[in-house]
Each structure stands twice: as C-alpha cells, then as structure tokens.
C-alpha cells in the first residue's frame, strides 16, 4: 500500500506515527466560525475524552475531532447532549 511505503519513508526524519484504531467525529452547522463559545463548549462537552486533533475547515461549517474509537460514541453522545438537547 502507498501510505504505509511513504510513511516507511518519512517516518525517521519526520517522526510520523499513524495511529490505527481513531475515529473522525465533524460537528457541522451553519456558521460554526463565528459562532462565540462554540471551542468552549465542545470541549466541555469531551472533557473527559482523550482529543487526539482538532480541526475547523475553512467553510465555517465543520470542527472536527480525532478521538479514539472506543470512545467515538460517547464523544458524539455528549456533543449531541451539549449542542442540541
């Protein structure tokens, strides 16, 4: 496979390391840049849940965060509960 003879590659020099067993959670809604808070609340939402990465694209629609995938569901459990309920 491609990415693991690159990450052969570049690993040594770069110190790449892929992890194998995360999950990708993406927050979307409208205006999510702009919105005051919005960092906040996502955090404390996941407080207790490792967060590997976060990432807000430039759409203003999406944040997204790499947890691990045992606790995926209860990231996206609390996130509902934080921002919808």
Known sequence: MLLNRLVGLFSHDMG????????LVCLV???LKHTP????RIFRAVE?????????????????????????????RLLHRELFE
């Open 37 to 40: 808070g919005i960092a906040a």
């Open 48 to 76: 207790k849940i490792n967060v590997l990465m976060i990432s807000q694209g430039a759409s203003q629609r999406n944040v997204s965060l790499v947890v691990e995938e045992r606790d995926a569901e209860e990231a996206v």
């Open 16 to 23: 790449i390391d892929l992890g194998t067993a995360n999950t």
């Open 29 to 31: 809604g409208q205006n």
